[in-house]
């Protein structure tokens, strides 16, 4: 009787706090009658119901608020003076808005890099029987230099990917290295990050990026960096030597960067067969490096397949990095390389439409700091201005025979897209 009666009074000063507008004494009010087990009024009943949206909806604020903080501490912060330290080692100069002539290098970064793969490609090379070593070299040049007489190589030879690392390798490094910068300095480089590398070859776009990360050593800290890296590549060798290499130098850095990498061996042609393995609307960053076709229906049929990746594979906002040298981007379309910014403008604006991409930027990035190519002098131009790479000249010579000194040289277009 005596807790009837207590209920009621509950009950009655429970209205009259809703009345004068006394909710903190309304709510536990409201708790007392709960806790005596008696069925709720209606108002009560109301009450109680807002009480619990309100409850939702304040964590729901909660949770915007962390989720914002987050999205604002999910890329890594331009870094002015690192900005301006890799400027100076690379020694960019903005000729105009897309143009960056580029005659400079981190050389700590690089040296160690190149005095690593040296090392890595005397062992690799000097395990091939020397009665064969020669023919074979011979066989995976032929086929890589196709590319001068716009043939697409099959990169399928026994030597195949020693060859590409010694000869191309380290330029596409450091290409990537620089685009990697470009995307960072536009605040673009997210702490985590998932990257699809299509046509990867032995990863060169993972590799630029583990060293531009190595050199923020001493300007700011890597914590919480997380990196799924995704490879489709048509040659298991050379996935299989890129892992080698990654293994033996990139995880010995005093940084080495929390990278977690998935080589997928499969051709590109095969989609029907290999779409499914890939994750939907899950990559951040989808990058081709170097692979668009000479052939034209070999490039029409990649570039409708292409499509459907950006289309399926990137996260909504995601990005398609494209790195193409600025020869074959002219080619493509028959154009003559020429320094007038329409045409280019065009002829980027072209390729992006028939990828189903529409434009973010892009940066030419030369060595010459022109893009119609030196008609004579280039050697000179590069002995005199251009980074060195001497202990890689060593080997050069004794298996390619090169009569020129090696240097690094660039001629890229670096170009940021989002899904049109
Ligand atoms: C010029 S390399 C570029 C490699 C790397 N992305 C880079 O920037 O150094 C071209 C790559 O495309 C690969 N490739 C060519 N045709 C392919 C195909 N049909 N399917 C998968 N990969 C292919 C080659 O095996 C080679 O590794």
Known sequence: MINWLIVKWHSYQFKLALKQG???KAQSLLQEIERSGVKLSWLEKLYQQQLKTEQSLSFYRQEVGHLSQRLQDHTFKPNLEFINYIHKCFNLKESDRFLFQCTG?????????????VEYLETEINKVPEQICCQEIAQAVKDLEGLKQGIDPQYNHRLSSHIYLLKYFLDNIYCSYLAWFLIYQQNLLLKNLKILDLAAGPGTVIFGLALLLSSTKGFFPLQETQIIYYSLEQQADLQYRGLQFWRKYIESL??????????????????????????????????ISHCFFYQSQ????????????????????????????????????????????????????????????????????????????????FAQFAKDNLPPQPHLNVLRKKYLQQKYPSNYAIDDYVILAKKA
């Not at 290098?105 to 793969?117: C, G, V």
């Open 22 to 24: 006394k909710f903190k």
């Open 105 to 117: 290098i981190e050389s700590q970064i690089f040296t160690n890099l190149e005095l690593a793969l």
């Open 254 to 287: 005093s940084t080495p960067i929390n990278a977690y990498c998935r080589f997928n061996t499969i051709n590109l042609f095969d989609y029907e067969n290999y779409a499914v393995k890939l994750p939907i609307h899950f990559f951040d960053f989808i990058v």
């Open 298 to 377: 070999q490039r029409y049929d990649s570039h409708q397949i292409y499509r459907q990746i950006f289309e399926r594979n990137l996260v909504e906002n995601g990005y398609a990095l494209l790195i193409i040298q600025g020869r074959k981007l002219f080619n493509m379309y028959n154009v003559p390389p020429s320094e007038n910014l329409d045409e280019e403008g065009w002829l980027i604006q072209s390729f992006l439409e028939e990828l189903g991409l529409k434009l973010e930027w892009y940066k030419y990035l030369t060595s010459t700091g022109k893009r119609t190519p030196k008609k004579q002098g």
